[in-house]
């Protein structure tokens, strides 16, 4: 399997059909919520690569600046947030990937999001462009799974999509894994070049001359959450903690372990998405 094969054509990637209710109506509003929208955005992968790519489309000559969703939102007329959605509820086989449990890997995502921006926050990195990272990062492996079913397939009896070795084991498989795919995306959306490099070395973040901190951030996160998911006991935890991106980034064990991703849906919370 080619990396360019998979991205040869165009996918459509499913959004959380409850989002896209809730997007609509709040976008027929009277009066809309700026922050109910970056809050709703915030709760869906595909919406978010969507709308971080229209933000950086050359007619508002802004490629590779907008990271944020609350960034894209300024940028987008509320016309194009409507086509945008409207793109979503009617896209057509959009509904399913196969062998990918979507509403597991919502789920993932967003803890995943959460956490970056937790420990982004901890080390002064921008803490909206790791949350809209930390969401979209695992759109690649969608992609693997519509384009190349079979191999995903193959793939998934050795090793489930979530697992926490995942992407070594495509790597060994294939010469390349699912956060390549998510970075070729992202770069020809035109997103930030520091989140397309943070999203292509996540997954060996120290690799090359030039690391970027994004890249250290997310491999964390997605360690943590799938190490929690696989549910590794202490001994098991210290064994397998990337410990040198940690101490690249400043961070121990207990604060990567302790650090809890805030659900930021909850009455009184921020939007997760500014």
């Known amino acids: 399997m080619d990396l360019s094969d998979l991205l040869a054509a165009p996918v459509c990637l499913p959004s959380r059909p409850r989002a896209v209710a809730l997007l609509s109506a709040e976008l027929a509003a009277p009066a809309t919520s700026l922050g109910r929208l970056a809050q709703l955005f915030a709760a869906d992968p595909a919406l978010t690569a969507q709308l971080l790519a229209q933000a950086n489309a050359p007619l508002y000559q802004l490629s590779g600046r907008i990271g944020g969703i609350a960034e894209a939102l300024v940028v987008l007329a509320p016309q194009r947030l409507q086509a945008l959605v409207g793109a979503a509820r009617t896209g057509g086989d959009a ?20 956490l970056a921006r937790s420990l982004a926050t901890m080390v002064r990195y921008n803490p909206s462009h790791a949350y809209a ?12 799974h519509l384009r190349a079913p079979q191999r995903a397939a193959a793939l998934n009896l ?9 992407a070594r084991q495509q790597q060994i498989a294939w010469g390349f894994a699912y956060p ?39 491999h964390l996160a997605v360690w943590r959450v799938r190490a929690a998911q696989a ?39 921020q939007t997760g998405a500014d």
């Open 95 to 114: 509904r399913a990937v196969p062998g990918i449990d979507l509403p597991a890997f919502w789920r993932y995502s967003l803890q995943t999001a959460r």
């Open 133 to 144: 990272a930390g969401l979209v990062h695992g759109l690649g492996e969608w992609v693997i």
């Open 158 to 166: 050795r090793s489930a999509p979530l697992a926490l070795e995942r």
């Open 180 to 218: 390549q795919v998510t970075a070729a995306l992202a770069r020809h959306w035109q997103f930030p070049s520091a989140m397309v490099d943070g999203l292509e070395q996540m997954q060996r973040p120290l690799n090359g001359d030039a690391s970027e901190p994004l890249a250290g951030l997310l």
């Open 231 to 269: 549910a590794l006991g202490e001994r098991e935890l210290a064994v397998l903690f990337p410990s040198e991106v940690g101490l690249a980034l400043g961070l121990d064990i207990d604060m990567v372990l302790q650090q809890e991703p805030i659900d930021w849906s909850r009455p009184g919370s």
